[in-house]
């Protein structure tokens, strides 16, 4: 299975960015899709997730901020990002439970100016 992730930039503090990671290859039953950051001397830390089912879980730190959906017919998991702020700045990756497997995605960076 490979992920790609797109929609990453530079934006300003309050602005918005829309990311998106598509599952591709050999996929048997796509479970949780989420979405991890890592900033510069940071552990990596889950920003989002949405089960199968379609229930959602956040960090406090983007609630009401943030928005995970999903694409079951593309494979697909997104991040709408409001309301940003310099302290989202970090490389985003996601992760997807494929069977008992995980797989991870490229990291794309997301930068919010001040």
């Known amino acids: 299975v490979q992920l790609q992730a797109s929609g990453g930039g530079l934006v300003q503090a309050g602005g918005s960015l829309r990311l998106s990671c598509a599952a591709s290859g050999r996929i048997h039953s796509i479970n949780a899709m989420g979405w991890y950051r890592q900033a510069p001397g940071k552990q990596r830390e889950l920003v989002a997730v949405?089960?199968?089912?379609?229930?959602?879980n956040y960090a406090d730190s983007v609630k009401g901020r943030f928005t995970i959906s999903r694409d079951n017919a593309k494979n697909t998991v997104y991040l709408l990002m409001n309301s940003l702020k310099p302290e989202d700045t970090a490389v985003y990756s996601c992760?997807?439970?494929?069977?008992?497997?995980?797989?991870w995605g490229k990291g794309t960076q997301v930068t919010v100016s001040s």
């Open positions: 992760n997807v439970a494929d069977g008992e497997t995980d797989y």
């Open positions: 949405i089960t199968g089912g379609g229930s959602t």
